[in-house]
C-alpha cells in the first residue's frame, strides 16, 4: 500500500507569513498533485509535477517534486486569508488503463488577518 | 466552466436504508472516480470506470456497495444496507485518461 505522509496536519499564521508543507512517502510516484479544498466543495487541482527535481510556482505558491520522486513540498510566500484551506498532495500511479490517486490526509491552513 | 454535478449534497437517513448517490461527468471525460473522505482516513478511492467499464473496485466494501454507469451521462454510487460507518463525504471526480481529475462537491451522507 503506498502512502503520503503531510506535514503539518494543522497549520495557523498570521497574514503576510511565509510557510512551507510537505508530503512524503516511501513510494516513487509517477507524478504528484497538489489540491486545495474549501469547505464544502470538492478538492481543486492546482498543480501537477512530474520531473524528479522540478519546480513550478503559481503566483505565491511554489512547488517542488523531489529528485526521487518520492516526496514533494509546497511552499507559500506572504500568506493571505484566500489561502486558508485543505491542501491535499496526490501520488498518481499508473493502472489498469488509466491512473490512480492515493491522497495524503492534507494540511489544513488557517491566515489569520 | 463545466462542472461535475452530483446529487444529493447532503443526505440522512437511517442505518439499513439504501443510499443512492448519482453524478454527472463533465460532458466529454471518458474517466469517472468515486472517492470517499473522512477524517480519520481522508480520500479514498472506492471505485473508478474508464468509459463506462469499471476497472477498479478494490476499494469498496463488495458486500454493501455497488458502482455502476448506466450511460456516459451518469454514474451511480448505491449502499444497501447502510451502516453508520458509510458516514462520510462522497465524491465523485471525471476527467481524461492520464489528465487532471475535476471533482463534484461531494454527497455529505450522514447515517443514524
Known amino acids: 500500500t503506498q502512502l503520503l505522509e503531510q506535514s503539518p496536519q494543522f497549520l495557523s499564521i498570521q497574514e503576510g507569513e511565509n510557510l512551507t508543507v510537505y508530503c512524503n512517502s516511501s513510494s516513487v510516484f509517477s507524478s504528484l498533485q497538489w489540491y486545495r479544498q474549501e469547505p464544502g466543495e470538492g478538492p481543486v487541482l492546482l498543480v501537477t509535477v512530474v520531473t524528479g527535481g522540478e519546480v513550478k510556482k503559481l503566483k505565491r505558491l511554489t512547488f517542488q517534486f523531489g529528485d526521487a520522486r518520492k516526496d514533494s513540498s509546497l511552499h507559500i510566500t506572504a500568506a493571505q486569508p484566500g489561502d486558508t484551506g485543505l491542501y491535499l498532495c496526490?501520488?498518481?500511479?499508473?493502472?489498469?488503463?488509466?491512473?490512480?490517486?492515493?491522497f495524503g490526509k492534507g494540511t489544513k491552513l488557517s491566515v489569520i488577518p | 466552466d463545466a462542472r461535475v454535478t452530483q446529487t444529493p449534497r447532503h443526505k440522512v437517513t437511517e442505518m439499513g436504508q439504501e443510499v443512492t448517490m448519482r453524478c454527472q461527468p463533465i460532458l466529454g471525460h471518458n474517466t469517472v472516480f468515486w472517492y470517499r473522505q473522512t477524517m480519520m482516513q481522508g480520500l479514498e478511492l472506492l471505485a473508478y470506470?474508464?468509459?463506462?467499464?469499471?476497472?477498479?473496485d478494490s476499494g469498496m466494501p463488495k458486500d454493501r456497495f455497488s458502482a455502476e454507469m448506466p450511460d456516459a451521462t451518469l454514474a451511480t454510487l448505491k449502499i444497501q444496507p447502510s451502516e453508520p460507518r458509510d458516514s462520510a463525504v462522497y465524491f465523485c471526480?471525471?476527467?481524461?485518461?492520464?489528465?487532471?481529475?475535476?471533482f463534484g462537491d461531494g454527497t455529505r451522507l450522514s447515517i443514524l
Open positions: 471526480a471525471s476527467g481524461l485518461v492520464a489528465g487532471p481529475q475535476h
Open positions: 496526490a501520488g498518481a500511479t499508473p493502472g489498469a488503463g488509466s491512473y490512480q490517486l492515493t
Open positions: 470506470f474508464r468509459n463506462r467499464a469499471p476497472l477498479d
